[in-house]
C-alpha cells in the first residue's frame, strides 16, 4: 500500500495526537539510539533521592535504571501500551526491586497526587504534549501539589529551532533505512511536519514504508508538539509557584544559546 498524502497538514490533537505512543515496540526501536539525557537524570535523580515521579514515564527507559539504584517509583503515563512495555521490564528486576515500582495510567493534565514525592521528572519533550495554557496550568498544578515541600521538578523540551520549524511540509525529511521489529523486512522511516506559528504547535508526520511494496504495510503515527520558549516557560513556572534555579543548553550543563538543542530545567517547589 502507498501512502497518498505526503505534505504535513494540521489535524486534531485530542484524536491523533498520541498515536506514536500507540505501539510501545515501534517507540522503543524508533528511539533506541537515545541516550544523551539517560546520566543526567540518573545522577541528578540518584543525589536527589526518592520518592520519585515520573510523569509521562513511557516504556521505563530511565525508571528502569532508577529502580535497579534502589529508588522508589511512580511512573505516570496515558498510553497503556507504553506501561505494559515498562511493567514487562521491571518484573525482569526480580520481585524485591519490582516492588517500588508504582505505575498509573493517567493524564498528565489531571495528576492527583499526595504530596510525597521529593523528586518529580517529566523527560524527552513529554511536557511538549500540553498543547495550551490551560493544559500547562493544570499540569504544573498538578505537579506543584504531588511534591514535598522544597521538592525539585526536572524536565527538558526541545529548545526551538527555527531551521527545522520551516522545512518544507511538502517535503520528506530524515531518511532512515531500518528492519521492521514486527515485520523483520527492510522499511524506511522518514518525517515531516506543518508550524502552526500562532498556536506554536508542530504537527508530526513519521511515515514508515516497506522498501519493496510487498513486505508489508505501509502506515503513518502521527504526534504533536507544543513548541515552547525559555522566557515563557520560566514565566509559566514562577506563576504556578516554582523557582527556576538552573536552565541548562543540555544535558551536560552547558549554557543554553542559540545553538542548543534542548532545555532543561531545574526546579524547585516554592
Ligand atoms: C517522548 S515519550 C517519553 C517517554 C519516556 N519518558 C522516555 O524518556 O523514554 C512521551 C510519553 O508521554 C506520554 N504522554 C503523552 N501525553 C500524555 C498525557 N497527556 N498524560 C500522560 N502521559 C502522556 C506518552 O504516552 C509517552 O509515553
Keep these: 500500500m502507498t501512502i497518498h498524502f505526503s ?11 498520541s498515536e506514536y505512543y500507540q505501539d ?24 536527589l533521592g526518592g520518592p520519585v515521579l515520573e510523569i509521562g514515564c513511557g516504556t521505563g527507559r530511565l525508571l528502569v535504571p532508577w529502580l535497579k539504584d534502589g529508588l522508589t517509583v511512580t511512573g505516570v503515563d496515558l498510553s497503556g501500551d507504553m506501561l505494559e512495555r515498562a511493567r514487562q521490564k521491571i518484573a525482569r528486576l526480580g520481585k524485591a526491586t519490582a516492588a517500588n515500582a508504582t505505575l498509573l495510567e493517567r ?5 492527583r497526587l499526595a504530596p510525597r ?13 500540553l498543547y495550551t495554557h490551560e493544559d500547562l496550568a493544570a499540569f504544573l ?6 511534591l514535598l515541600p522544597d521538592g525539585t521538578f526536572l524536565f527538558d523540551v526541545l529548545h526551538p529551532d527555527f531551521r527545522w520549524l520551516m522545512r518544507d511540509p511538502a517535503k520528506r525529511w530524515s531518511r532512515i533505512r531500518f528492519r521492521h521489529p514486527h515485520y523483520g523486512t527492510w522499511y524506511h522511516y522518514t518525517t515531516n511536519h506543518y508550524y502552526d506559528a500562532h498556536d506554536q504547535i508542530a504537527y508530526i508526520y513519521v511515515y514508515h514504508e516497506p522498501v519493496d ?5 505501509s502506515y503513518v503515527l502521527r504526534f504533536g508538539h507544543r513548541i515552547f520558549f525559555p522566557q515563557e516557560l520560566t514565566y509559566q513556572l514562577e506563576a504556578h509557584g516554582f523557582e527556576v534555579e538552573n536552565l541548562f543548553g543540555g544535558f551536560d550543563g552547558s549554557d543554553l544559546d542559540l545553538y542548543s538543542t534542548s532545555m532543561v530545567f531545574i526546579c524547585r517547589r516554592r
Design 7 to 17: 505534505e504535513a497538514v494540521p489535524f486534531d490533537l485530542s484524536e491523533s495526537g
Design 107 to 111: 493524564d498528565m493534565r489531571r495528576l
Design 213 to 217: 511494496e510487498k513486505d508489508g504495510p
Design 141 to 146: 498544578g498538578g505537579v506543584r501539589r504531588a
Design 117 to 129: 514525592f521529593n523528586v518529580a521528572v517529566c523527560a524527552f519533550n513529554t511536557m511538549m504534549h
Design 24 to 47: 510501545a515496540w515501534i517507540y522503543d526501536h524508533d528511539f533506541r539510539w537515545y541516550k544523551q539525557d539517560a546520566a543526567f537524570y540518573r545522577n541528578m535523580v540518584g543525589n
